[in-house]
């Protein structure tokens, strides 16, 4: 998970030094999940080079750690209370590879993963649509074309998906009736007008404070079980601060720790902005620049899902990541699909005064799942019109 939010960093930071105020967003449950399934498929070198990258010790800790992330993105019916996530994990191979049965008891028992034969080689265009119908399903229609034209050839082996739907509700709505178009203030360029979500005073917020940034943790209803959803707002104290601010948690994960440290207080005002966007990208790169490059090479070892003599065939080519997500007065909707395709003194006393909370300015924003800290999506608003 550590990793998979360095890959958000550096995201992050190449859109900045590209000079862009493209939003970013991406699910580390979801990439988290599938390359847990991938290690558990592999051997030798390759599994020791996704154990590193997974940050875990041996395979009893990365079932420990892979359950966790599989319990805390269980599904969740219940419209009732605002409350709705769905997490799949699919794989289709094409018909000559045949996986080995244990790798697919384990696929389905441990990660839910049902395993499915189609004919890459004759049937192309009918397996891209079953994969498409598939990622449509389990994004409540929010991607209906996850595989262009052409994606599935003779040379596909197998496709891993991992797609994640979630939205909520906030426990405290704000009132449309006072949102307002305020300044906001991008990187780069003149300030410009977007609508901000403004929230009563009178009640108290969560909310943090440190030298650099501020933070605010909006909840969300709760479900029927013990999961506890937030979002949690982290602003950089300067207008111009972002980039700063991703580098150290870049380079010292564990400050990232102090983001969760909040408390109830009164604010003098709270306002952030509405946003809707998505965002996809080739996950393989960035994991190939912080050192995970054995799965990509024909020396990948995945022994441990296909025969030997099949195994020296198969490699990942891509792993394509997209994640979309709309905040509003509401709540929240979000979803992201990961694919593999394996080629804050007088004399008489008086308060202090309230804290403020006006993200006008680009921020990093997360949500998280309190009980077990597995954070769902993480993310960067460089400008909140852009979509």
């Known amino acids: 998970m550590e990793l998979c939010m360095h890959m958000a960093w550096q995201l992050t930071l190449n859109e900045i030094n590209q000079g862009c105020n493209k939003n970013v967003v991406m699910s580390p449950i979801s990439i988290g999940n599938a390359l847990n399934l991938l290690a558990f498929a592999s051997m030798g070198r390759t599994l020791e080079q996704l154990m590193w990258f997974l940050g875990a010790k041996d395979l009893n800790d990365l079932k420990a750690k892979s359950l966790l ?20 994990n699919t794989l289709w191979t094409n018909q000559p590879f045949s996986l080995k049965p244990s790798f697919k008891e384990f696929a389905k028992t441990v990660f839910k993963a049902e395993a499915h034969t189609l004919d890459f080689v004759n049937q192309a265009e009918i397996a891209r649509n079953e994969v498409n119908l598939w990622a449509n399903n389990a994004t409540k229609g929010l991607i209906k074309e996850l595989l262009p034209h052409n994606a599935i050839n003779k040379e596909t082996i197998f ?5 994640l739907y979630f939205k909520g509700a906030w426990l405290n709505a704000f009132d449309m009736n006072m949102t307002q178009h305020k300044d ?15 929230a009563k005073t009178k009640k108290k917020h969560f909310y943090g404070s440190s030298k650099s940034f501020k933070v605010l943790k909006i909840p969300y209803r709760k479900g029927q079980d013990k999961r506890i959803f937030s979002m949690y ?6 207008k111009d601060g972002l980039q700063d601010l991703v580098q150290n948690f870049n380079s010292t994960p564990e400050l990232l720790g102090d983001c969760f440290k909040v408390k109830e207080v009164y604010l003098s005002e709270m ?10 990208f080739d996950a393989s790169k960035i994991m190939k620049n912080i050192g995970l490059t054995l799965p990509f090479e024909m020396v990948g070892d995945f022994k441990g899902m296909v025969d030997s003599l099949e195994s020296e065939k198969v490699f990942v080519s891509k792993i394509l990541h997209g994640s979309f997500i709309e905040v509003n007065e509401e709540g929240t909707e979000a979803m992201s699909f990961t694919i593999f395709d ?9 308060p202090p005064p309230l804290p403020s909370f006006v993200a006008d300015h680009p921020f990093i924003f997360m949500i998280r799942e309190e009980i077990s800290g597995v954070v769902f999506f993480v993310g960067v608003i460089l400008n ?4």
């Open 384 to 387: 909140p019109l852009y979509d």
């Open 342 to 350: 394996l080629p804050a003194t007088c004399s008489r006393y008086e």
């Open 159 to 163: 496709i891993l998906a991992s797609a």
């Open 271 to 280: 306002r952030i902005p509405k946003f809707k966007f998505s965002y996809k």
């Open 184 to 198: 906001f203030y991008p990187l780069d360029g003149k300030p410009i007008r977007v609508p901000f979500m403004i």
């Open 69 to 88: 992330m599989i319990d805390a993105g269980a599904p969740i019916e219940n419209n009732n209370q605002g409350l709705f996530l769905s997490s799949l």
């Open 233 to 238: 707002v982290i602003l950089p104290n300067k």
